[in-house]
């Protein structure tokens, strides 16, 4: 029998692994500057510990933001498209249902959701990957509306000012730190994708 054919299908293919990364990436580093940032001007009676921030003042935090920013906005498009364009968003995302998010998440809690196949997404997964980008989406947005307040009016209001752009901004980076979390601890629960996520297969 041919090595092609003992060969694993593709799972992820090259153009999402760098794409996947490089995301990870500038959020980092965006998560971490900006709570340099958030020190600097609190809109809530607590401050994030020093040790857990990137940029050292508030002027290296920013650059490093900004930095990060770009990467996050440019890679964050190509990926979109590539997603959208090969089909692979509707295929891996959609139809994704109410009732069997709630079947799914039922089992999840009994232990009993089963991982089998990586190329294929349970709908809890489809919710959390959709929630992501849409929350992903939601912090560029509120990002320009706190970085070009005066340039974007139309978006500060709809974000209700500038304050209220702040704290959407912080609560759409507190949800994102949450995804983090919990999608570390499930890569650890099933490591094989994390392979899947570095060699495709």
Known sequence: MSTSILKKPVVHPLWLRITHWLNALAVIVMILSGWRIYNASPIFPFRIPSEWTLGGWLGGALQWHFAAMWLLALNGLI???????SGRLWKKFLPLRPREVVQDML?????????????????????????????????VVSGLAIWKSVQFPILRELMGGFDNARIV??????????????HIIM?????RTLLAMLRGR
């Open 79 to 85: 990926y979109l498209l590539l997603n959208t364009g």
């Open 107 to 139: 089992k999840a809690l009994r232990g009993k959701l089963q991982h089998d196949a990586l190329d294929h997404y349970n709908a809890v997964q489809k919710l959390a990957y959709v929630s992501v980008i849409l929350d992903l989406i939601l912090l």
């Open 187 to 191: 890569v650890a629960l099933v490591p």
């Open 169 to 182: 901004h912080f609560c759409a980076m507190a949800f994102l730190v949450a995804f983090i979390v919990v």
